[in-house]
């Protein structure tokens, strides 16, 4: 990964970053991690608050992809943002099941807490456990 002032770069290729793992200290607690209303995962506001002992699914902040190692965590695919009441074609927002994008998975559908929307997640899965 590379940062040019607000510009992001992700490869596949080998650097160091990629094999730090991120060190997790919380344990899973349903009443602090709730599920979402529209898909079976846990909502998890900051990369730092991954619980160490969950082995379902999580969506995390899109930042989780700057610390993102793939011998610990595997991406499931990926949680837009969805406002039905200004969806359309010519803003081309898509609304549907899943989409397979290559080899992630993509819901178009946007993750939804408590009845409120939140931001784009990344799905992931924890690998170690």
Do not use: H
Request: glycine residues 6%.
């Amino acid at each position: 990964m590379i940062r040019v002032s607000g510009v992001t770069w992700f490869t596949n290729l080998d650097i160091d970053n990629r094999k730090k793992e991120i060190v997790l200290r919380k344990k899973y607690n349903p009443a602090i991690y709730p599920k979402y209303d529209n898909y079976d995962a846990i909502n998890i506001n900051k990369t730092a608050d991954i619980p160490c002992d969950y082995d379902g699914i999580m969506g995390v902040p899109i930042t989780f992809l700057n610390r993102y190692n793939p011998k610990q965590f595997e991406i499931i695919g990926f949680f837009n943002n969805y406002n039905p009441k200004t969806a359309s074609i010519e803003k081309g927002q898509i609304y549907g099941n899943a989409v397979k994008i290559q080899t992630v998975n993509s819901l178009f559908r946007g993750p939804v807490v408590n009845g409120k929307a939140v931001y784009f997640r990344v799905l992931i899965k924890n690998k170690t456990i």
